[in-house]
């Protein structure tokens, strides 16, 4: 297999995989979450493992969107625990 005929593989994938995707998501929207037959047709359509890859990566993104948001509320929280021990110092000291 040459260099150009990889090259070409790859694009198809990526293209196929972007496909994947769309349709998977289009399915969350319409259904709050992926139905199993959509992944079953899009198994016969295309192939398990380009489907589990493309599962994979979406998973994996919501677990790091996760992990942002949680961290972003801690700090959030601290913030305003921070807030209130300030607050109350201020009163106690104005008695």
């Known amino acids: 297999m040459d260099v150009w005929t990889k090259q070409l593989e790859n694009v198809n994938n990526a293209i196929q995989d ?4 769309g349709k998977i998501k289009e399915c969350q929207r319409e259904n709050v979450a992926r139905m199993k037959s959509t992944s079953r047709r899009l198994r016969e359509k295309y192939s398990d ?17 996760n992990k ?6 801690n700090e959030i929280m601290k913030l305003f625990k921070q807030l209130m021990i300030k607050k109350v110092n201020q009163e106690q000291f104005s008695l």
């Open 68 to 73: 942002y948001q949680q961290k972003g509320t």
């Open 18 to 21: 972007e496909e994947i995707e």
């Open 49 to 65: 493992k380009q489907v589990d890859r493309v599962l994979s990566r979406l998973s994996t993104r919501r677990y790091r969107c």
